[in-house]
């Protein structure tokens, strides 16, 4: 049985296209993992109902990253907190006002985490660069009074350091055992991304895509484990 503090910080991206292959995949991962998350591909194919029914057996994170004029995101904001999802996220490029506003919406849904996407980790722009400004969006974030960010595990660390150990922090980009990295750019592998400050690690094609996706996640878990005491 997987060691609940690290299943409830592992993610599964649920990129699948249809609700019965989303229904098959959680089923196969069972109680391996703590959180589901949504994202374009399946909300756009099934809407919230799905995302209703997969937050009954887990964590549900709502991965839409709002980006647009203020006033629009605020209601998206609410559209998402009436569905009763765990976490959603903006993107910290939507600027002060936007991100101020979505905290706001998100204020009358005290369960449900609201976080900002820094600099994707698929961006191409050096580690360095991405560095300094996923800290200055983290910033932007923490300020504006959003619970944490979306950032690459080389981020992570400098951003709990400014932002404070509370400020959540999600890294995809994770793989391991000379994985493709397919369109990531800054990846880690799940030992590195516990001891390099990662709150919550966002893990999709090695899992759905392994022959035996429980046990990928398993083996995930093991890693993240171990650097544990
Ligand atoms: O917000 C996200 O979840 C996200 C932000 C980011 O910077 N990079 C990123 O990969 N993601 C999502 O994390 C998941 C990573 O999937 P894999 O690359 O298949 O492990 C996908 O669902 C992406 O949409």
């Known amino acids: 049985m997987p060691d609940n503090r690290m299943k409830d910080r592992l993610m599964v991206a649920l990129d699948v296209n249809h609700r019965d292959a989303a229904l098959a995949m959680r089923d196969q991962l069972g109680d391996s993992v703590g959180w589901l998350k949504v994202g374009l591909r399946l909300f ?23 980006h647009d004029i203020p006033n629009t995101v605020a209601q998206a904001v609410e559209s998402a907190g009436g569905l009763g999802v765990d976490m959603i996220n903006v993107h910290a490029g939507g600027g002060e006002e936007m991100l101020a506003s979505a905290a706001k919406a998100a204020a009358n849904f005290p369960d449900m985490k609201l976080i900002a996407v820094t600099v994707l980790t698929s961006d191409p722009m050096p580690k360095e660069q991405a560095r300094v400004v996923a800290l200055e969006r983290a910033k932007l974030a923490h300020d504006a009074g959003l619970d944490g960010i979306v950032c690459s595990v080389h981020e992570a660390a400098a951003i709990k350091q400014t932002c404070g150990t509370n400020f959540i922090t999600v890294t995809p980009g994770i793989r391991w055992g000379g994985q493709d990295t397919q369109d990531q750019k800054r990846v880690a592998d799940p030992a590195s ?37």
Do not use: Q, W
């Open 193 to 229: 991304a516990i001891t390099g400050g990662s709150d919550y690690l966002v893990v999709g094609r090695p899992i759905l895509h392994a022959p035996n996706p429980r046990d990928a996640a398993l083996e995930a878990l093991a890693m993240m484990e171990s650097v544990t005491a």
């Open 44 to 66: 756009v194919a099934e809407g919230p109902e799905l995302v209703r029914d997969l937050n009954t057996s887990h964590k549900l994170f709502l991965d839409l990253k709002f």
